[in-house]
């Protein structure tokens, strides 16, 4: 896109916000009730597949804005249907609604006290993530638009999402569901948003890369097998934990030696090993998991078919066997490079051009990559991070911490982008 179509879009998102003198009305009536369904979602956090009283609040929201509303999509989530006065394309927001399994360690008055049972042990449940914030921030947008039917060319699908944080084991969920049960279709959506708040980004920062954006991530088995024998006769048997040490130094070797890492990042992580009951017993087999992250689909290929080669290659070379099975877990999040530069003017001209900034990819992964993989989509990350903080917490851990007054930016700038992409 050259620099006067550009200036074009800029002028006319310009003219369209000058044309809307009750949107800053709405905005500053909505943020404390965005703030405060945030924090009350966040008192009662919900697990993947399980969040029922979260879809029940969304769900009487949207219904009280006169909303066309389905629940139950992909188990538990809530999709809202907001038809503009005139007919065009058809933008969808997204939000997830799920939390992990992390006990809260803070003094906050709306702290989750929170507990549920996760792979058959009791734990604590806490938006250590942010998905309360998100959920929150969709909420108001759809709030605000739906008192501005009126400058609505087209329509807004608001999309609630269960299950980011991947389903309970033997159960479907997340975006990969709800694109499966036809979320994007009726009516048909041409262009997705969403955006994810970040514990290490200022308040009031935008930040987004256009293309991979957030790596793919599959999850890896590897079963090995030996022959068992006493821990001081390592000669009668074939030993597993040391193959398994083997293969894992293989593994690290595609990365390090066969993978161009100046195209994209890659990663192999072993994150578990099983083996073995006795200090005197070279065990019979080992287990190993871990997790395989690309932003480049060919790279992910290459990565992929050396794995399957190199595993039984190295446990045979040691007198043992083994089997690998690689899943996907997530696709690559790719930012739609049109859509980016087609949207960019608008979050610059809300947020200030100083505050959008680029970022690299990052090796975290997104399951609204299911998305994009059917439309073109944009996903970008919004500031959570108190300015001037010197110590910022990681999401998913117990410490997470959120400054809820960057939560207002987030309902403007997906309220502006869905009003200039379909007045555009």
Known sequence: MNKCYSLVLLLIGSLAFAQNPNLNKDYRA???????????????????????????KIAKHLKSLGLEVQTGVAHTGVVGIL???????????????????????????????????FLGEK??????????????????????????KDKIKGTVKFIFQPAEEGPPPGEEGGALLM???????????DAIFGLHINSNTPVGIIRYKSGGTMAAAQSFTINVKGKQSHGSQPWSGVDPILISAKIIDGLQTIISRETDLTNEAAVITVGKIKSGVRFNIIPESAEMIGTIRTLDYDMKDHINKRMMEMVPAIAKAFGGDATIEIKDATDITYNDPALVEQMLPTMQRIAGASNVQTQKAVTGAEDFSYFQREVPGFFFFLGGMTPGTTESFPHHTPDFLIDDSGLLLGVKTLTEMSLDYLNQ
């Not at 009730?33 to 029940?56: G, Y």
């Not at 007919?87 to 992390?102: Q, W, Y």
Request: aromatic share 4%.
């Open 30 to 56: 909505i943020e404390n009730k965005v703030i405060e369904w945030r924090r009350e979602i966040h008192q009662n956090p919900e697990l993947s597949n399980r969040e029922f009283k979260t879809a029940e």
């Open 123 to 148: 734990v604590g449940v806490m938006h250590a993530c942010g998905h309360d914030t998100h959920t929150a921030i969709l909420m108001g947008v759809a709030e605000v638009l739906s008192k501005n």
């Open 83 to 117: 038809k503009g006065e005139q007919d065009g394309k058809v933008i969808a927001l997204r939000a997830d609604i799920d939390a992990l399994p992390v006990y809260e360690r803070n003094d906050l008055p709306y702290k989750s006290n929170v507990t549920s049972e």
């Open 179 to 189: 694109v499966k049960e036809g979320v994007l279709k009726n009516p048909d959506v």
